[in-house]
């Protein structure tokens, strides 16, 4: 069964810096790997999608890298921004399905 | 182009009682999948359709069923509404095998 872990689970940064949020899976057979916004209450805006055959995809300050054969991607956000502040999910398509799973998120807070 | 829209935004239930939520994908998406994601955690997968036939379930109980109408739209039932049922359902809707977008979601509150 995929497992999906995401660390740490919350994070407070001073507005400027740059970060990294992680995601850890536990059975590599993956299709695809898809980094989600959540604001409070909302629904899920996808930021960033990369192919089992990919190492990395960007758009703007967002740097999603993959790491298949370890079970790892990072999301790397550049210069963050109090707007940058929501729930950071990350979640896995394996190749034998459809489902997307996902990890717990992480929340993020920064502060201007 | 519309993304996906999901009905209605939020609804209170007692227990015991049915619900139906209700998603529209987005224009010619013929995939959806519901979400169930309660406070504090990550979305959980319930169920998928495809050109109106089940494609994936989820570990939810037999209260859960859904379906997909000849326009692609879909709904989800659940009876027998439990106070663990209260969370934020969540539809999307894939036109490939790839991305999946995902609607605003019904906030279900069970008293």
């Known amino acids: 069964k995929q497992e999906v872990t995401q660390i740490p689970a919350a994070l407070s940064v001073p507005e400027g810096e740059n970060l990294v949020l992680n995601c850890s899976f536990t059975?590599?057979?993956?299709?695809?790997l898809q980094w989600f916004r959540q604001d409070p209450g909302k629904g899920l805006t996808s930021l960033l999608l990369?192919?089992?055959?990919?190492r990395e995809q960007t758009s703007g300050r967002l740097n999603a890298s993959l790491d298949k054969s370890s079970g790892r991607s990072t999301l790397y956000i550049a210069a963050s921004q109090p707007g940058d502040s929501a729930t950071y999910l990350c979640?896995?398509?394996?190749?034998?399905?459809?489902?997307?799973?996902f990890g717990e998120g992480t929340q993020l807070t920064v502060n201007p | 182009d519309a993304g996906v829209t999901q009905s209605p935004t939020h609804l209170i239930k007692t227990r015991g009682q049915q619900v139906t939520l209700r998603c529209s994908p987005i224009?010619?998406?013929?995939?959806v999948s519901w979400y169930q994601q309660v406070l504090g955690q990550g979305p959980q997968f319930i169920f998928q359709?495809?050109?109106?036939?089940?494609?994936g379930r989820g570990n939810f109980p037999d209260r859960f069923s859904a379906r997909q109408f000849p326009n692609y739209s879909s709904e989800l039932n659940v009876n027998a509404l439990l106070l663990g049922d209260s969370a934020l359902y969540l539809c999307?809707?894939?036109?490939?095998?790839?991305?999946?977008?995902f609607g605003p979601g019904t906030r279900l509150t069970v008293l």
């Open positions: 999307a809707s894939s036109l490939t095998v790839n991305e999946q977008f």
């Open positions: 059975d590599s057979a993956i299709y695809n």
């Open positions: 990369i192919q089992s055959s990919q």
């Open positions: 979640a896995v398509k394996e190749t034998s399905g459809s489902r997307l799973t």
């Open positions: 224009s010619g998406h013929k995939s």
């Open positions: 359709y495809y050109e109106k036939e089940e494609r």
